[in-house]
């Protein structure tokens, strides 16, 4: 038997099926007797809601970072308004009990997400989840799966983001469910795990019996349980790639020999082992806010000394720079300004300014990084986020000073700091730039926002030449003395001020040969990414790698004010066939989806949408396995299965060439 389902997550596997069911019995819609008290059903209900959120809340601050951010989405519906407004009126106006209430306000907000469609109505799985385990739970019980103890596929209708976060990849080949979608949170958490994953899968999987050999493609969303040769092969070749882990072969080294240090983001302690094992060399990014968020009140001294300790520990002799609380924006922390509401938080209270508004909280968080430093073997180093004058950077570094850490530094990631980088990185020992933050100060696009994706990319002029400035700012800062000559010559980037950056444009390899010809000395990056980049650098010589910067501050690198490669790069790749007598060039291009969704739903959607408009023949390719789709077919690209992490490779021709290309890299990087 053949059937099909949306593939949603990467990758093919065969194993016993493993059924798994989680659902709830409907309550009784019968109203409770017209004599019974309300207050006690809504003390019920409220109870039930809170230990659910709770629960989740918990889950979510020992989980990694896509976990996490699932875990906290579904914590936050546990605990919304509507939700409990919708029940309270079920309870009190019409006498439900708080289980069916539970029932009645779940169901009215997964119509609402539903009518919505897209990305909200993927969404609309998750409220079953919460309705689940808040039934579970004014029933006195918990809420879960059965979890197989042997390696195999695990079927059923439908699988809550709580069970998918829990799920070992050692004992789960493949996850197969019969609802749910592309965006739902099941399958993000899916992709993240490395798990092969089909979704709308046809009804009759369930019937298939426990323990029979059922074949898992997660790309094209076929299943069977009489696989062929190949399926079984292709299998086979899977699992023996998943069970490699991401390590590095090599330090990050030119082709000529010159080091490049490349470095790990972390957001977790979880995250700072994974990253100790994938052979990062150092942390270049230890985001705090995880110790913060989520919290009524300040996490003690020595809970973050704790923690500070554990990360250290994974990393003896390595560098670890440790970035101190970047509260505000997008991440707001109430036990320090409460209620304070902003109009425009992006440029508010932000980053090191908030030490002007309780400085103590910065203060505290030093003192506990200097305790777990005595400790550690590791180079600790301390920045501070969003330093935009040479007078902050002077009171983080004395702040830093007296709590008797030797190193200080400072995220360079506004256009202020980058244009008096001299000044700014005089006080401190080191800076790291922000690209993400840099990109949408300089650009002025809200980074939240995907309607501006030619300005998302890090390959903007104006960007480049900004990090260009802050380098030389550097050398500047800690060599006054050098001699005068060419700025773009060597001597000129000797850079006694190391600069590192932290942002996206790090784990772009081919962006990753610029920031080196420019000057950068260490990059850093999300662990996954690792691998890639260092074996991009590996390919090229610091000649080559200056020659591409010097090409890309000019903008004769990439058309489309950085957006896109021309067929004039410094080495045309092969296929490319420009004909100026016709006006058209063919170009041939391959590109790293970094995607959150990869090429699935939504991106595959505008991608065609956009292809369609524009005057150029597109094909894209996947280097597996040479398949191929038209650009203008949303089924087509929905066919290849390309999730974040791997590759498309794209051949355009036509007068729109550039644009098609330009228009594959923004779904491809998330911003289309």
Known sequence: ???????????????????????????????????????????????????????????????????????????????????????????????????????????????????????????????????????????????????????????????????????????????????????????????????????????????????????????????????????????????????????????????????????????????????????????????????????????????????????FSHFPDLPVTVRTLDAGSDKPIPFIWGSRDEPNPALGM??????????????????????????????????????????????????????????????????????????????????????????QYTLAFDRELSDYEDLHSARQPALLRLIDAVILGARHAGDGDAPAGDESSAEARANPRPVSVCGEAAADPELAVILVGLGVSTLSMSAPSLPRVAARLAEVTLEQARESARQALDGTLWTNDGADETASDIEPEAGSDPDPGSGTETIQRTIHVTAPTGLHSRPAALLARAVKALDAEVNLRRPEDEATASATSVMDILGLGIDPGHDVEVSASGPDAAAAVAAVEAAATGKA
Not at 76 to 94: F, S
Not at 351 to 380: C, D, M, N, W, Y
Not at 392 to 407: C, I, M, P, T
Request: net charge negative; charged share 20%; with cysteine.
């Open 350 to 439: 932000r980053g090191f300014r908030t030490h002007s508004f309780a400085p103590e909280v910065l203060e505290r968080q030093i003192e506990a990084i200097a305790r777990a430093a005595k400790s550690a073997t590791a180079e600790v180093k301390v920045m501070a986020p969003m330093i935009t004058t040479p007078t902050e950077a002077v009171r983080f570094a004395a702040l830093v000073r007296a709590a008797g850490l030797d190193s200080a530094g400072v995220m360079v990631e506004t256009p202020a700091a980058a244009l008096c980088a001299e000044s700014v990185l005089e006080p401190v020992a080191f800076a790291s730039i922000g690209t993400n933050d840099l990109a």
């Open 1 to 311: 038997m053949r059937l099909q389902g949306i593939g949603v997550s990467h990758g093919c596997a065969l194993g016993p099926v493993h059924r798994v069911t989680r659902t709830v019995d409907e309550p009784s819609a019968t109203p409770r007797p017209s004599d019974s008290e309300t207050g006690p059903e809504l003390e019920r209900f409220h109870a039930a809601a809170a230990a659910v959120a709770d629960s989740q809340e918990a889950a979510a601050r020992t989980a990694q970072s896509t976990a996490r951010d699932v875990l906290e989405a579904t914590a936050e519906m546990a605990a919304d308004p509507a939700l409990l407004a919708i029940a309270n009126h079920h309870i009190q106006d019409r006498q439900l009990t708080a289980e069916r209430a539970t029932w009645e306000a779940t169901g009215e907000l997964r119509a609402r997400l539903e009518s919505v469609g897209g990305y909200l109505g993927e969404r609309a799985a998750d409220v079953d989840d919460i309705r689940d385990r808040i039934i579970a739970a004014l029933r006195g019980g918990v809420l879960g799966i059965t979890l197989p103890t042997t390696p195999s596929i695990l079927v059923g209708e439908t699988l809550s983001p709580t069970d998918t976060a829990g799920l070992d990849p050692d004992t789960v080949l493949a996850i197969v469910t019969t609802n749910g979608g592309a965006q739902s949170h099941s399958a993000i958490l899916a992709r993240a795990l490395g798990i092969p994953a089909v979704v709308g899968a046809d009804a009759q999987v369930v019937d298939i019996e426990q323990g029979t050999q059922l074949f898992v493609d997660g790309s094209t969303g076929i299943l069977s349980d009489d696989p062929t040769e190949d399926e079984r092969d292709r299998a086979v070749h899977f699992a023996a790639e998943r069970s490699a882990a991401p390590v590095l072969t090599s330090h990050g080294e030119l082709a000529c020999g010159t080091r490049i240090p490349l470095l790990a983001n972390v957001g977790s302690a979880t995250e700072a082992k994974a990253a100790a094992e994938s052979g990062a060399e150092g942390i270049g990014l230890l985001r705090t806010e995880f110790l913060f968020l989520d919290r009524e009140d300040e996490p003690t001294v020595v809970e973050q000394t704790e923690v500070y300790a554990e990360i």
